[in-house]
């Protein structure tokens, strides 16, 4: 099975801030990735696919980057509304999907 | 808008199956494939397994023993049965779709239901 692994598993930024994000896959995965963002009590959303690509109705401040084994996601200013937390998954091997372990971001 | 809403019981004795159906609204359930995935209490995501429209699946490897996804097309619904549960197995079950991708066969989720909480006590 292909583990992932994000960090930091918890981050405090205020808003306005620039976050960054890592996820790291335990063999390469070529550029199947996504980013989901998950508020409490809720469903997760879908945010980024294929690393890069950013959902539909998604803001641009959220973006992706990465390929092979080493993945980012990036805020590039933090919004009240993006307090959350954040999980990637791979989907390169289809017989066992597999997420990270949630990254918690949390007001400074 | 395509909607997914899961249903079944809240509380499940140990040894016993869980059972949940996810109603498919808003769109057909064919040409995608359809997933569980559960999230125990303050923990994270775990794919339980998914089916395609036409019947195939696949299962998570430390579940497959105990997992069964099933599909009915008539009624736009897929169901999850998971035998013998235990304490382990509480956590809020989500229903979620993948469109199907021709590289990789299963794309990320993008739709998903909004999660039923089932607990597993006596």
């Known amino acids: 099975d292909i583990q992932m692994t994000q960090s930091p598993s918890t981050l405090s930024a205020s808003v306005g801030d620039r976050v960054t994000i890592t996820c790291r896959a335990s063999q390469s995965i070529s550029s199947w990735l996504a980013w989901y963002q998950q508020k409490p009590g809720k469903a997760p959303k879908l945010l980024i696919y294929?690393?890069?690509s950013l959902e539909s109705g998604v803001p641009s401040r959220f973006s992706g980057s990465g390929s092979g084994t080493e993945f980012t996601l990036t805020i590039s200013s933090l919004q009240p509304d993006d307090f959350a937390t954040y999980y990637c998954q791979q989907y390169n091997s289809y017989s066992f999907l597999t997420f990270g372990g949630g990254t918690k971001v949390e007001i400074k | 808008q395509v909607q997914l809403q899961e249903s079944g019981p809240g509380l499940v004795k140990p040894s016993e199956t869980l059972s949940l159906t996810c109603t498919v609204s808003g769109g057909s359930i064919s040409s995608y494939y359809w997933s569980w995935i559960r999230q125990p209490p303050g923990k994270g995501l775990e794919w339980i397994g998914y089916i395609y429209y036409s019947g195939s699946t696949n299962y998570n490897p430390s579940l497959k023993s105990r997992v069964t996804i099933s599909v009915d097309t008539s009624k736009n619904q897929f169901s999850l049965k998971l035998s013998s549960v235990t304490a382990a197995d509480t956590a809020v079950y989500y229903c979620?779709?993948?469109?199907?991708?021709?590289?990789?066969?299963?794309?990320?989720?993008?739709?998903w239901g909004q999660g039923t909480l089932v607990t597993v006590s006596s």
């Open positions: 294929k690393a890069s």
């Open positions: 979620a779709r993948s469109l199907p991708d021709i590289v990789v066969v299963v794309g990320p989720f993008d739709y």
